[in-house]
């Protein structure tokens, strides 16, 4: 039994051992260096990339989106602050944390340009996309972060990279944020902002483990604790609102569900339903039904049935579109229509 053990957990360590593809750490540190250096292609890039991102953003076309995302060189210098704080390298620190400040003033002067110069200021579902962040981003965010330093340490962790780069999304926070300042709207600048902050933090902290579990050289023998410790309340502080948005986001998630259960279980059972619309801040349910004769007490019906589904405070508008019968006279009169228009392609033949 205990030689069995020893087997099953040999083998576990091999299968779940990171350093046993691993680079040599000066190759894995000169590709982060590299990475770090925003100037010349990589700002040129980085500007075309706003530019895509911010027309996807406006046409509400994902492909656009995840292209900016993919051609981006947003991640290196996130990167080398995670990297440069598990090897205590501050050289490298202050130059990750000058380039990530060059790339959000850069980004957001490219995306406010555009969105000046666009005659088109609608605030599309994929741009509002990125304006509320949850606690959901921050998981994508910090486990995208590990993923991307354990491919940065490996030979062929580029394919990895593109994947990071796309599911954090950090080019399209900033995106809004251009907008916010372009149309004078605080809630898309915060919100941007404060999505791109909590991205580039928890990406930075995912990679800072990463380094500790593979035990890369330290640079320096003094410990920065107390940047560390900084990074350490700033991710604290920074999980209190996410949470409260997933909270709201939950709740408004809830609401729905009870809403449509409603409607399919109540309503759809006595009346022909062509269209619902749901106000959740407002907790307004609007209804357009097919009735053969108007019915005076169908709201009234209909408020006292939300009751028992936990809907008390939901406010009702109900439409009613009679449905017309045997109406020979209007049948005929568009069929008279209808030969006419044969007739006058036949003409045209």
């Known amino acids: 039994m205990t030689s069995n053990l020893a087997v099953i957990k040999r083998y576990l360590k091999t299968v779940l051992?990171?350093?046993?593809?691993?680079?040599?750490?000066?190759?894995?540190?000169?590709?982060?260096?590299?990475?770090?250096?925003?100037?010349?292609?990589?700002?040129w890039i980085m500007a075309f990339a706003i530019f895509i991102a911010c027309i996807g953003l406006n046409i509400n076309s994902k492909a656009a989106v995840i292209g900016a995302m993919i051609i981006s060189p947003l991640?290196?210098?996130?990167f080398g602050i995670g990297f440069s704080l598990g090897t205590s390298n501050t050289t490298l620190l202050k130059?990750?944390?000058?380039?990530?400040?060059?790339?959000?003033?850069?980004?957001?002067?490219?995306?406010?340009?555009?969105?000046?110069?666009?005659?088109?200021?609608?605030?599309?579902?994929?741009?509002?996309?990125?304006?509320?962040?949850?606690?959901f981003d921050i998981f994508l965010a910090?486990?995208?972060?590990?993923?991307?330093?354990i491919a940065i340490?490996?030979?062929?962790?580029?394919?990895?990279?593109?994947?990071?780069?796309?599911?954090?999304?950090?080019?399209?926070?900033?995106?809004?944020?251009?907008?916010?300042?372009?149309?004078?709207?605080?809630?898309?600048?915060?919100?941007?902002?404060?999505?791109?902050?909590?991205?580039?933090?928890?990406?930075?902290?995912?990679?800072y483990m990463i380094t500790r579990y593979l035990k890369f050289a330290r640079f320096s023998e003094s410990?920065?604790?107390?940047?560390?410790s900084?990074?350490?309340?700033?991710?604290f502080i920074t999980i209190i609102p996410a949470l409260y948005l997933a909270y709201n986001l939950w709740m408004v998630n809830v609401y729905n569900d009870k809403i449509k259960y409603f409607v399919t279980n109540e309503?759809?059972?006595?009346?022909?339903?062509?269209?619902?619309?749901?106000?959740?801040?407002?907790?307004?349910?609007?209804?357009?039904?097919?009735?053969?004769?108007?019915?005076?007490?169908?709201?009234?019906?209909?408020?006292?049935?939300?009751?028992?589904?936990?809907?008390?405070?939901?406010?009702?508008k109900v439409f009613q579109t009679i449905k017309a019968i045997n109406n020979s006279s209007e049948i005929q009169v568009l069929q008279k229509q209808l030969d006419e228009l044969k007739a006058q392609l036949e003409k045209l033949k």
């Open 153 to 207: 340490s490996r030979h062929d962790g580029n394919r990895v990279l593109v994947g990071i780069a796309v599911a954090t999304a950090c080019i399209p926070p900033l995106c809004t944020a251009g907008f916010g300042i372009a149309t004078l709207q605080w809630e898309y600048i915060l919100g941007g902002l404060y999505t791109y902050f909590i991205n580039a933090l928890f990406i930075c902290l995912g990679c």
């Open 75 to 78: 991640m290196g210098p996130i």
């Open 230 to 235: 900084y990074f350490g309340v700033l991710a």
């Open 267 to 316: 309503i759809e059972k006595t009346h022909h339903v062509i269209h619902t619309a749901i106000d959740v801040e407002n907790k307004i349910l609007t209804i357009d039904v097919v009735v053969d004769e108007y019915e005076e007490d169908l709201t009234k019906s209909i408020e006292n049935k939300l009751v028992k589904h936990d809907l008390k405070d939901t406010k009702v």
């Open 95 to 135: 130059l990750s944390l000058r380039n990530v400040f060059r790339i959000v003033i850069i980004s957001i002067l490219c995306s406010t340009l555009y969105y000046l110069l666009s005659p088109y200021h609608i605030a599309t579902d994929e741009l509002l996309s990125f304006s509320k962040p949850t606690i």
């Open 142 to 149: 910090f486990i995208g972060g590990m993923a991307g330093m």
């Open 223 to 228: 410990n920065i604790k107390h940047i560390n």
């Open 17 to 43: 051992n990171l350093k046993t593809d691993q680079e040599a750490e000066q190759i894995t540190y000169d590709e982060i260096k590299s990475g770090v250096v925003f100037k010349g292609t990589n700002f």
